[in-house]
Each structure stands twice: as C-alpha cells, then as structure tokens.
C-alpha cells in the first residue's frame, strides 16, 4: 500500500453508548471504502471488530479495534470502542491517540449517560467531535427531540449538517445542508440517489445552511469578513471554516446515518476525509519532559505503544502511534521506559485481525508489530541517541472490586501471570496482591468488567477462579492514654526467657507536646525523655516511641526489639487485626534479667503490654471513606438519593449538569462493594459514578462491635 505522509493522515475515535451501533457503523464504513466485500453483522458474530472469542459469546464490544482506511487520497485510522461504560479505559486509551472523536448517538434513546460521560473525556483532552445520529430506522426514532437533547446537554455549538424527512422505519431521504442536496435511498441502502432539495423543504433547508454558513464563517475573521460581504461562502471555505471550528470545539457537527442500512454513511466518511483535521493539524502532544513533540516525518523516530493484545497463533500483538519521525521495518529501537533494545521486524496496518505488512509508517501514523521482546502498553520506543518518553494517558480509578483466587490453590502464581498479561490488554483492570488483607485484589469499572475477565480466564486459559467479597481494610487507633505492664518469663532447662516492659500509650497528634506527667487513678507517673523515634507508617498515620527509662531499669540494647514488639502489634492491630496508626507510646520502666534476658523476650513483653494498654486506652475502629459522584437522571434520584443513605452515605451537595443530576456524597467503602449493580438496576443503566479515596473516619458503634465480635469468633475457630 501507499506510505502516507503526516499532512494526508487522520486519526479516529468511533465512541457512543452501549447499544448506539458503533460496530455496525465500523462495517458499513470498511465496506463503503471497499475495504471488506460484504458486511458482517453481530449476530452473524463476523464484523471486523467484534472478533475476540468474549465478544462473539457476549455480543458487545470489550476491546477498542483499531482499522484503516484508504479513502479520497487520505489514510484514516479509526479505532472503534467498547460503549458499555464498564470498559471506558479503551475510550480514553483510543482519544489519546487519535484526533477526532466521532460519537455515535442513538435516535432512539437520545443523550445517553455514557454519551455524557465520553462527551466529558473529549473535552477534557480538547478533542474535536462530530455526532452521527444512528438508528433514525427505528420505531422509537426521533429526530428534533435528540438534537434539542444534544443542544440542552451540549450548547448550541451543535450544528446541523442533515436532517431527515422521515424517522422510523420508513427513512430512506435525508436533506444534506450543507451541500444544499437531497439524498434518498433504495431498501438496501448503499448508493444514494442525489437531487435538488424540492419545494417543500427549501425554506428549512435554507435556514439551516445559513446558520451553519454563520457557525462556520465565526472561526475565521477573512471568512467572517466575506459572508457579512456577500452572504453566502463557497463549498471549499465553508470546508475551512469548519475544520477551524472543529479544531477550537467551537462547532459539533451532526450527521445522519442507518447503520445497519447503510444509509448516509459514505456521505459522512466523505465529510471525514473532506473536513476533519489531519495529525499535524492538532496541538503537539508533550512527552515527559514537558517539551511539544511534532509530527513531523523528517523528525527523531519516537513510537508509542498504546495498546497490547494476545491473539491465538501469534500471541502478543503491539499497536503503537509514531509519534515523531519515520519508521522503517527491520529498525532496532531503545525502550526508553524499561530498558533494552527491540527489533521491529515486521510492520502492520490492522483491520480488526486482519493485518496487512507495510516498510514504512511516517509520523502521525498508527500501525502494529508482533514478537517484541519485553515491551508493555505505555512504553515508548526511540531511535539510538533520543530521549523522548511519553505518558500521558490517565485511567479512571477502579469502582468495583473483587478478591480473587484459584480452584487449586497450587495455580496461584499460573493466575498472577495471566492477570498481568489482561492488565497490558486493559490497564483498567488493576491487580493488586494486598499483603495487609492476604488476598489477591482485582480492580474494575464495574461487575459487568470483572465477569468479562472471568470468563476470559476460565474459557480462554481454562483456568477456574473464585470471586469473593474482599476484605476492609480498617485501621485501629486509641482516644485516650492506657498504662500496662507484662513480664516475660519462661524456664525450660538452661537458660530461659525473661523480660518486663512498663509502658504508656496515647493518641498520636502531629506537634503535640510530650506530657511530663500521666496520671492514673491515684498514681502519678512522670516522664523524663531521653530518646524519640518517629516511625512514619507506610499504611497511614505514625507510631512514636519515647524511652523514658531512668536508672537503666532495661538495657539500651533490648529498646530495638521493644520496638519490634511495638510494630508488631501495629501491624496486626489487638481489635481486628486490621493495621494501627497514630499512637505515642511511652517506656517509663522495666525489669531484666543479667543471664536469662534477651531480644524476644523483650519483644513479646513489648507485644503483650502494648495489647493490653491498647484495649484500655478506649480503642476505635476506622473505616476508608471515599468521596462518590453520581450522575443520574432527574426521574430517579429519589431511588438513588434512598439507596446511598441506605448506604451510611453522608450527603455532601446536589447539582443540576446539562439535564443530569449529580449527587455528592461521602460513603464507607465497605457499603461499596457491589453500588454499581445497585445503581444500574435503580436506573436502568441510565446513570455513572466514580469514587474516590477520602481519608478515615470512625465506624459507627454497632459496626465496631458486630467487627470485634466477628474477629473473636474467628480466632477462637483458629
């Protein structure tokens, strides 16, 4: 094929909602460009997306594809996403890398939350869009009503580039206005038949030219100038116009298509080609340095590696994005993110799992090599003697979670590899071995993300895992000052065990003063400092010791195993089990032994007098607490505003977004595990949430006990 130079080159993102015809749309435009030969649908389970056994099995998309085109001289490189929020990652990972972002919108349903939701991820990266609005075949299809949703949700930024003259099942005519040109259709789309607009349509047609003359002409002073000048602009500087507008999000196109019909649809690539910028159109992106990194072909060849997949007889599959310079198969690269060098042997353009081998890739362009050595999803890739390293692609945090082992606890390390390699295929699922809850922790965007892994590792590698709800993880602290004492004493023959260790402990509170003197009951204790160590924890909070001993009452030697004993016992709190944080501990006094004394006699005395000053000192529990954004349809926040109080959520704030309510609140993460199940049933799959870690907070009373009660009850079974 043609190698294609930076200024012929655009890149795509076909984005939308579950259910908005994305894959569908991605056939119609691999056959309108003569790509494919006959369109493949979902239900026959052979369209060039959807080829993953998981997703013929499921009937929905969970990887992005990545396809080309060749199209009007042009190449575009179209990457078609998952809609099922559950698997925004690809989304996000697909607009880092293109330019444009097509998003589909179904005539039936309208804006969609998930439309909402990508919508937001465009503007957040300053992505260009333009809408298709799908299905205008089906029964519930509604023209005027989706564009005042899209307007209300979107601005007025929204411009009308076709309407239909029908919607429902009967469509088959559309007025373009921006060609001033009728398009009707046969039942089997393809073709269309091109006429004047007739009579009756002319008045609305004109007056939807004129605005997006205007929408246009705003992007540019020369063209502005023009139009107040003569009214009307030609093809070409509307064209320009409006590749301006896209560029600046100043305009949001919209374009009518039946997918499944091919209706529309190569008048909307040809708009693609025509209209929507190249690569080296776009603001640079910026690599690590902070340094713009151009397209430019004459450039030093940097790649980047945006996304991995394993594909049965080749195995790992590469798909990267050059990011400067020109790639030539055969070139032995630097990975500037892990070390080494690899060898692109092999250079491809995709269609799904169709692969095509080219020499030659030049800046902007995206491609995909096979059998490199030791490269993972977000490595970068340079050219002997440069230095540019990219990362830049930023991953929503995990909303649902699971713990997660093998039938056969020997296939334990079997899974922590096959995990590994589904993260470089998806980042957003996160493997976590969680040494605090000894569990294998598996993070995801929802229950639907965690199920399709699920049946990926026990279809695909055979492997059968158990999903569990996976621990809390509490902290335990104290609320006010304890004293206790334990000696250590053990005779067996020879020499023995013995040590005793007089403490005090309190809450820890950063740049509080020591007290000279503690008093409890009738007995005072005064306290004379002569050493302090400050013990940063790495789960949270801090633990201070203060030898406070006088008279040589204990060895300075045997203070590092107190302090052992001490951390012993924070590491596995005295309540729960769970980690202990924020206490000041002093050792006022003691007792040793010339012979029998030594290091763990001292620890466990440490241990034990730390437990029992701990359960004196009033004890709490802490619980995580993560602050929850729920966007929701106005018709059930109430069901939604029920369920979160149901939850111990504390309402922080409520708002109105573009039709959307957004409900702020704080929540225990332990009444988190399955929300996004709840809130999907609740609202039909209509709303979205994400959480984020807090702080902790003290559990409730009745909570506290019911998790006192239940770790006695387990350690009195163990």
Request: glycine share 8%; charged share 25%.
């Amino acid at each position: 094929m043609k190698v294609y130079q930076t200024n012929e080159i655009k890149n795509i993102s076909l984005l939308g909602s579950k259910g908005s015809g994305k894959t569908t749309l991605a056939e119609a435009m691999l056959y309108e460009c003569g790509v494919i030969k006959r369109r493949g649908t979902i239900d026959g389970k052979n369209t060039v997306s959807d080829y993953f056994p998981v997703e013929k099995e499921y009937g929905y998309s969970v990887f992005s594809t990545v396809f080309y085109a060749e199209f009007l001289n042009k190449k575009l490189n179209v990457i078609d996403c998952p809609g099922a929020d559950d698997f925004v990652g690809n989304a996000i990972t697909a607009l880092n890398v293109t330019d444009t972002g097509v998003i589909v919108v179904n005539a039936q349903y309208g804006v969609e939350v998930g439309t909402q939701n990508i919508f937001r991820t465009t503007a957040a990266l300053k992505k260009p869009v333009i809408f298709a609005m799908n299905q205008l075949d089906g029964e519930k299809a509604d023209f005027d009503n989706v564009i005042e949703q899209m307007r209300e949700h979107f601005g007025s930024k929204v411009v009308t580039i076709q309407y239909p003259l029908t919607c429902g099942p009967g469509f088959n005519a559309m007025i373009d206005v921006l060609l001033m040109k009728k398009y009707s259709w046969g039942p089997d789309g393809g073709v269309p038949t091109i006429e004047d607009i007739p009579d009756s349509e002319k008045e609305k047609a004109q007056e939807l030219h004129q605005a997006l003359v205007e929408a246009a002409a705003e992007n540019d002073e020369t063209l502005m100038e023009k139009f107040f000048d003569q009214g009307h602009l030609t093809e070409d500087e509307m064209r320009e116009g409006i590749r301006k507008g896209l560029i600046d999000r100043s305009i949001y196109p919209v374009f009518c298509v039946s997918a499944a019909k091919d209706m529309g649809v190569r008048r909307m690539m040809e708009f693609l080609g025509n209209v929507v910028p190249f690569v080296n159109d776009m603001p640079a992106p910026v690599d690590t340095a902070g340094d713009e990194v151009k397209p430019d072909s004459n450039g030093p060849l940097s790649i980047f590696i945006f996304k991995t997949t394993v594909e049965p007889h080749i195995g790992e599959v590469q798909y990267f994005k050059v990011m400067s310079g020109t790639l030539t198969a055969g070139l032995d690269l630097d990975n500037v993110t892990r070390g080494g060098k690899e060898r692109l042997a092999q250079l491809f353009c995709v269609c799904g799992q169709i692969r095509t081998q080219v020499d030659k890739l030049c800046a902007g362009d995206i491609g995909a090599t096979v059998k490199l050595k030791d490269v993972r999803t977000g490595n970068t890739l340079d050219e002997k003697g440069v230095d540019i390293a990219f990362d830049y692609i930023r991953y929503p945090e995990p909303k649902y979670i699971r713990a997660v082992r093998p039938v056969t606890e020997s296939d334990a390390e079997k899974l922590a590899g096959i995990l590994t390699r589904m993260h470089e295929e998806d980042p957003t699922w996160v493997i976590e071995q969680s040494k605090e809850l000894k569990q294998l922790l598996l993070k995801g965007q929802g229950e639907f993300h965690l199920r399709t892994l699920k049946w990926r590792v026990e279809n695909n590698d055979k492997l059968p895992i158990i999903f569990e709800e996976p621990k809390i993880p509490y902290r335990e602290t104290i609320t006010k000052a304890a004293r206790a004492d334990y000696r250590h004493k053990k005779q067996s023959g020879g020499a023995g065990q013995f040590g005793e260790v007089h403490l005090i402990v309190e809450p820890y509170v950063e740049g509080s003063p020591v007290p000279d003197t503690y008093r409890f009951g009738n007995q005072e204790y005064k306290m004379s400092v002569r050493d302090t160590q400050e013990i940063p924890l790495q789960w949270g909070g801090k633990l201070v010791v203060h030898n406070c001993i006088v008279g040589g009452a204990i060895d300075t030697r045997f203070i590092p195993a107190i302090v052992k004993g001490l951390m012993d016992r924070m590491e596995q709190g005295p309540l729960t089990g769970s980690y202990a944080r924020d206490v000041r501990v002093c050792i006022y006094d003691g007792k040793m032994h010339p012979v029998d004394s030594n290091e763990i006699s001292f620890r466990l005395a440490a241990r034990n007098a730390f437990s029992e000053a701990f359960r004196n000192a009033n004890p709490k529990v802490l619980e995580p607490i993560y602050d929850v954004e729920v966007m929701v349809p106005g018709d059930v926040m109430g069901d939604v505003m029920s369920d979160l109080q149901g939850r111990r959520a504390i309402i922080m704030g409520m708002s109105s977004d573009n039709g959307f309510e957004k409900i702020q609140a704080k929540v225990p993460l332990k009444e988190m595990s399955s929300y996004s199940t709840a809130l999907s049933s609740i609202t039909g799959g209509r709303s979205s949430f994400t959480m984020k870690f807090a702080g902790y907070e003290l559990t409730p009373g009745d909570v506290q006990e019911k998790l006192l009660k239940e770790y006695a009850e387990k350690n009195a079974d163990e």
